[in-house]
Nanobody
């Protein structure tokens, strides 16, 4: 399984970015898909995930600002990030899980004025 992430970049506080992750396997074969992030000097943390039946979970820090969606026809999971803050800066990793976990390459998100 390969996960191809795209969509990172630099934006000012209050701006928006959209991350996209394309899987090489059918999205509906995964128990969960989502995004993690790792801030400079920090540990990797869950940002958002969507379970196979459609339930989404978000980190408290991004609730109301980020929206995760999955397109089973395209085998993609996208993260729409609005009202970005400097503390959202980090490397974002696409993730998917069956029994094992799979990771995409990281994509940098920088929020700075």
């Amino acid at each position: 399984v390969q996960l191809q992430a795209s969509g990172g970049g630099s934006v000012q506080p209050g701006g928006s970015l959209r991350l996209s992750c394309a899987a090489s396997a059918s999205a509906d074969t995964f128990l969960a898909m989502g995004w993690y992030r790792q801030a400079p000097g920090g540990q990797r943390e869950l940002v958002a995930k969507i379970l196979s039946h459609g339930t989404t979970n978000y980190a408290e820090s991004v609730k109301g600002r980020f929206t995760l969606s999955r397109d089973n026809a395209k085998n993609t999971v996208d993260l729409q990030m609005n009202s970005l803050r400097p503390e959202d800066t980090g490397v974002y990793y696409c993730w998917a899980r069956r029994i094992d976990s799979y990771w995409g390459q990281g994509t940098q998100v920088t929020v700075s004025s």
